[in-house]
């Protein structure tokens, strides 16, 4: 497209240098062969409706940013002479400045995570739009891309161009409509998008609910809308079909995945809205960043108002979609509506409807909630730690992994309490195999108790908070004393005893050896096959401890561990009878192996690893000896 340049030098085109990250971005755009190249007219007619968005709701406080002309539109126009391929919109534009930051740089880490993704998918280019960089798919089909944008309000315009190589330019122009302007020019492979049954099938496929008006301009014909250009929110639920939720889902998220839950309905009473929610069916990449907001698009009377009003808690965080108000006014700031009554009335409904149809799908469909558990499961038992409010219901969500079953409710593992049970048994662990693998979970074994098998981050934090469940406390099974003499044993029989005398002065003799390094020896109700185990005392159980002691800046230490023995164990006892014959120091050198074998259990590093290999090769060498 041709432009005009201002002589004075300020209003010179100006080079710049793409910010590293995008350059490896259009290296994999411009090199690469993709599968699926419809999705680049998808991504930027996508990015056409936000800024149609935007200006709308800007209009609200300032409605001279209209100019006099309020229409709204996205317009396509194929140029076959040219070869150029122009998507325009008469939303908000972008400044000189908001042009070089928008599309020269990436203040996001989504960039990187794209670039790996994008090499692993080898030319599924669908996931894009997750991170925000859509824009650049135009480079797919293009060999160069002209984007020429005046902000609302402003007079100045301005074009940026590049071929994708590594640099762009940006020049001032004498004359732009409001709104920006994306000019392909489209390589030989890609001139199929000139076509006007071509563009139509596209926007019809992945743009039909954009609700705005996307006109086809074709020569002197008169442009004609190719989109129905209605919210599908306001449409009877009944009429609505599963590829056009797909499709508008694809829209706000990103992810062209099927959902895995939809919800929609209208409240009406005190407040009025419409809600359209859907539960992902995989996990978006930046679920657990720590600047993460929500994800849901507040709208008023179908006006865009804003997508970071946090209209969900943070454990339903991966949860998208739309809240349309009926009645909340439309020149609300953003500033206003953190603290606004009527949004803290309508996110408290919303989330209560949330968990209450997650718990509805939990009830009727296992096989469709073990499918979101196994996404969004750790981000769900957030809510355990967070929302007292709603603790209870949450209770009838979560699952576990447990000593008897993969995927346990609460009111499963209640159902199956032994007789004279009092609490419900849990261990935490860093994984799943080291938690089944850990000595402290025999004695329960032995007693048919089942044990819930903790290994997210999240749970070391809300099982400490919680009250109980069904009457019965939670109690870690590696904390403090093993309270089983309740509970017999599932063969009936009462476990061997050791010598009580030798059993006392082994313990004495290993609370000497070891001095500090424990805070206490004690002969154990909870192993029956392992010789020894470490268990702790104090507030927190010892896979809390690790964790917080791995914090920056944190003042959390790993206290020193109780260690406990099996006086049933052979290795025990003998143990016992040679301090018995010869004194306690006959022990010495056993009670630091004894302590290190805990440690190694417990998938800890010995703490020192040169003395411990000396030991063990002396008890060898005794053994061959």
């Known amino acids: 497209m041709a432009t005009d340049t201002a002589s004075d030098a300020p209003h010179s085109a100006t080079s710049h240098q793409f910010q590293a990250e995008v350059a490896k971005l259009l290296h994999l755009m411009v090199h690469s062969v993709y599968s699926d190249r419809d999705v680049f007219l998808r991504e ?21 940013l209209l100019e006099g002309s309020p229409e709204l539109t996205i317009t396509i126009t194929p140029g076959k002479e040219r070869k150029t391929l122009t998507i325009a919109d008469s939303g908000i534009g972008m400044s000189e400045q908001e042009l070089v930051e928008n599309l020269g740089t990436i203040a996001r880490s989504g960039t990187q995570a794209f670039v790996e993704r994008a090499k692993a998918a080898q030319g599924d280019l669908q996931l894009i739009g997750q991170f925000g960089i859509g824009f650049y798919s135009g480079f797919i089909v293009a060999g160069s891309v002209d984007v020429i944008s005046r902000r609302a309000g402003s007079e100045q315009a301005f074009m940026w161009s590049s071929d994708g190589s590594g640099s762009f330019t940006v020049t001032p122009v004498e004359t732009a409509p409001r709104g920006t302007s994306i000019v392909l020019h489209l390589k030989d492979d890609a001139l199929e998008f000139l076509e006007d049954w071509k563009i139509e099938s596209v ?7 954009i ?17 129905s250009a209605n919210a599908i929110w ?25 959902p895995a839950i939809t919800l929609h309905y209208r409240a009406e009473g005190r407040h009025e809205y419409t809600v359209l929610l859907y539960v992902p069916g995989e996990r978006p990449f ?16 179908r006006v865009y108002i804003a997508d970071d009003v946090e209209l969900l808690p943070p454990y339903l965080r991966f949860v998208r979609g739309v809240i349309d108000s009926e009645d909340m006014p439309l020149n609300i700031s953003r500033e206003m509506l953190q603290n606004n009554p009527q949004v803290a009335a309508i996110r408290k409904a919303v989330t209560n409807k949330v968990v209450s149809e997650l718990k509805k799908v939990a009830e009727s469909d296992e096989a469709a909630f073990r499918k979101v558990w196994d996404v969004f499961g750790p981000v769900l038992k957030e809510g355990l730690y967070e929302d007292m409010e709603r603790r209870d219901q949450l209770y009838d969500l979560v699952r576990f992994k447990t000593t008897a079953g993969d995927f346990v409710s609460l009111k499963d593992y209640a159902g199956r309490l032994q007789e004279n049970q009092t609490a419900i048994y849990y261990i935490t662990a860093e994984d799943e195999a080291k938690a089944r693998s850990s000595p402290q979970l025999e004695g329960y074994r032995a007693r048919g108790i089942e044990v819930l098998l903790l290994t997210d981050a999240i749970d070391s934090f809300w099982v400490r908070t919680a009250l109980g469940f069904d009457g019965k406390p939670f109690k870690s099974v590696t904390q403090g004393a093993a309270d089983l003499d309740l509970v017999k044993r599932k063969d009936e029989t009462t476990a061997e005893t050791a010598d009580d005398a030798a059993t006392v002065v082994l313990v004495a003799a290993l609370k000497q050896a070891l001095g500090e390094k424990v805070k206490d020896v004690r002969s154990s109700k909870r192993l029956t096959e392992s010789a020894v185990c470490i268990v702790n005392d104090s507030e927190m159980d010892r896979t809390l401890e690790k964790l917080l002691s791995r914090q920056k800046d944190s003042s959390i230490t790993v206290s020193a561990p109780i260690l406990e023995i099996n006086p049933s164990h052979a290795l025990i006892k003998a143990l016992g009878q040679q301090v018995q014959a010869k004194g306690a120091s006959a022990v010495e050198d056993a009670a630091q192996l004894l302590l290190d074998q805990a440690f190694i259990i417990e998938g800890e590093q010995v703490p020192d690893p040169a003395a411990f290999a000396r030991r063990l090769a002396d008890v060898m060498a005794k053994a061959l000896g």
């Open 44 to 64: 930027l007619v996508s990015n056409a409706a936000d800024a149609l968005d935007k200006l709308r709701y800007e209009a609200i406080a300032a409605p001279d």
């Open 203 to 209: 926007v019809r496929t992945y743009s039909d609910h």
């Open 211 to 227: 609700a705005h008006p996307i006109m086809l301009s074709i020569g002197s014909e008169t442009a004609r809308q190719v989109n």
């Open 234 to 258: 306001t449409r009877p639920k009944s009429g609505i079909t599963p590829e056009q939720h797909k499709e508008f889902f694809g829209h706000i998220s990103g992810s062209y995945s099927d």
């Open 286 to 301: 930046d679920l657990y960043d720590p600047d993460r907001r929500g994800r849901q698009k507040l709208y008023v009377k």
